[in-house]
């Protein structure tokens, strides 16, 4: 681990960002012109001590996953994200395996999409990063670790509690999908990957899954209308736009719903009371 480059580094990026590129407001009085210190803490989703001793070349060896939130937070190109890991003591990871990175254009668009709800999703369905309004509709999925951070993989593990944001009838039909999908994902990574783990923890656990697996139907892409069900507000029709990176290893997901609608005067709802409890 070099400390002073890595320190020098974090301090250079930091005093290259502006509170715009990131989604924040600048505030009447700021005395430099850079991101502070408490806001790529904040950012990171790490404490401003830890954080701070990183810059003053006193901090321990940072874990690939703080390495990875960083770079999310100083919107890293993916040589400078290789760069970081190096100075930290860490191999680069290797860009064509799945890595937690998320591109620092999809993060700028997803920074000025404040009014709806909007997340980055991987290829096996792990939200790398979500608005505050998708956090209100769909839950904060921050906290999720290890193969739990799959959607795929709670769908058919997690049954009660992710079932119950879609109508029963639909189901089925998101169970196709989400294998499907899957089935796409494990064909670029390898059986070796987090896809191939998810595909032989399912395949041992949910009987369904395992039918569905051996159909073999291949699927990447998102429904364009969908019916969400939020614990306390309901029914909710959204449209799904998403965007793509140019290798397809992320999505953009924005949720939207016909102005003047029902479901758009709950969003407006939910987006004002944020993910507070009705």
């Known amino acids: 681990m070099d400390r002073d480059a890595l320190a020098d580094f974090l301090l250079a990026r930091r005093a290259q960002l502006r509170p715009g590129d990131v989604g ?22 790490m404490s401003t001590d830890y954080y ?6 006193r901090g321990p060896q940072p874990s690939v996953q ?18 970081l890991h190096r100075v930290s003591g860490h191999s680069a990871p290797d860009r064509a395996m799945f ?13 000025r999409l404040s009014d709806t709800p909007a997340f980055i999703v991987s290829v096996l369905d792990e939200v790398l990063v979500q608005n505050d309004a998708a956090k209100a509709l769909l839950g904060d999925a921050s ?13 058919f593990t997690d049954v009660d509690e992710e079932r119950r944001r879609y109508p029963e009838a639909d189901h089925d039909h998101r169970s196709r999908v989400l294998v499907a999908s899957l089935r796409a994902a494990y064909g670029a990574l390898g059986e070796r990957s987090r896809a191939g783990d998810i595909v032989r923890e399912l395949t041992a ?57 029902e479901s758009a005067s709950k969003l407006e709802l939910l987006r004002v009371l944020g993910t507070q409890r009705v």
């Open 52 to 57: 701070t001793r990183l810059e003053q070349r």
């Open 205 to 261: 656990r949910s009987p369904e899954f395992a039918a569905l697996w051996q159909v073999h139907e291949v699927r990447r892409r998102f429904d364009d209308h969908k019916v969400l069900i939020h614990p306390d507000i309901g029914e909710i029709e959204v449209d799904c736009q998403a965007l793509f990176t140019e290798d397809e290893s992320q999505t953009l997901v924005v949720l939207t719903a016909a102005p003047g609608s």
């Open 24 to 45: 924040l407001s600048a505030g009447p009085r700021r005395r430099t012109p850079g991101l502070r210190r408490e806001e790529v803490a904040q950012l990171a989703a």
């Open 66 to 83: 703080i390495l990875a939130s960083l770079a999310r937070a100083l919107r890293l190109t993916p040589d400078e994200r290789d760069y």
């Open 99 to 111: 890595i937690d990175y998320v591109h620092p254009g999809m993060l700028r668009i997803l920074d």
């Open 143 to 155: 906290a999720l670790e290890g193969l739990e951070r799959s959607g795929i993989y709670r769908w």
